[in-house]
């Protein structure tokens, strides 16, 4: 038999681990973690040569650099998992006050995201840049054990209402911490890289770095999982305690 307090401390904390879990997806597989405001492009220089960095980005080899440059000066956004242009559809565009723009995106590869980075983006002889290669790893790493973390508690809890029994939810709990410090990590791993990136790269004037709904999503779902996490805590050692109670109680 369950109590009340205990019934009601589940629900909640499967409520936030369901939300937690739905935002920290949708984080993972949006591209608007980080976004860049370039400046309007005027002549037709500068619009053959926007022309050609869009083609190399959507046709060219993969590089760092390469593809840098394009979401500097092409309004792009970066995500874990994909990186995203705004393009104009008319060919003559920067005659244009105000032309029509779509969002063109790439998808990263799971051989490019284990590329290593460089010191120096797009110079291979200028040495491996050991903490942006790792940290770039990390950050679409660490979502994908937070979500497997609570898919595992997900099928131990389920086993757990099965059975009827609340000993796992300990256990269960200590699950969801981990999936919150996990996605509290990728969001630390990414700003850190971006930022590393900014100090190796050369941006444009007038270009402005902002970040992007997706990653706001990830960072609230860390406080999500751990408030879930904390309940699950709570309920399993409040229960247990007045489980040893009772029973200490009909022994007595």
Request: hydrophobic residues 45%.
């Amino acid at each position: 038999m369950v109590d009340n307090r205990y019934a009601t401390a589940l629900v909640i904390a499967c409520v936030l681990s369901a939300l937690a879990t739905v935002y920290l997806s949708v984080a993972v597989g949006t591209q608007h973690w980080y976004q860049y405001s370039s400046p309007p492009v005027y002549g037709e220089h500068n619009a053959s040569e926007l022309r050609s960095l869009r083609d190399e980005f959507s046709d060219g080899e993969f590089d760092e650099k390469t593809y840098s440059d394009s979401l500097f000066r092409l309004n792009g956004t970066v995500g874990l998992w994909w990186r995203c242009l705004q393009v104009p559809t008319d060919t003559h565009w920067y005659k244009e006050p105000d032309p029509k723009m779509v969002m063109e995106c790439v998808s990263f590869t799971l051989s490019q995201q284990f590329t290593p980075k460089y010191k120096e983006p797009g110079n291979h002889n200028s040495g491996e840049d050991m903490i942006r290669t790792y940290l770039w790893r990390c950050q679409f790493l660490l979502p994908l054990v937070a979500l497997g973390l609570v898919v595992l508690g997900g099928l131990v809890g389920f086993c757990a209402c099965v059975c009827r029994s609340l000993s796992p939810t300990l256990g269960i709990g200590l699950l969801h911490l981990l999936a919150g410090l996990c996605s509290l990590a990728t969001v630390c791993c990414f700003l850190a890289g971006m930022d590393l990136l900014h100090r190796v790269s050369v941006v444009p004037d007038r270009v402005d770095a902002t970040l992007g709904w997706s990653l706001y999503l990830a960072l609230i779902s860390s406080p999500l999982h751990m408030m879930a996490a904390a309940l699950l805590v709570w309920a399993a050692r409040s229960h247990s305690k007045s489980y040893y109670r009772m029973t200490a109680y009909r022994v007595a």
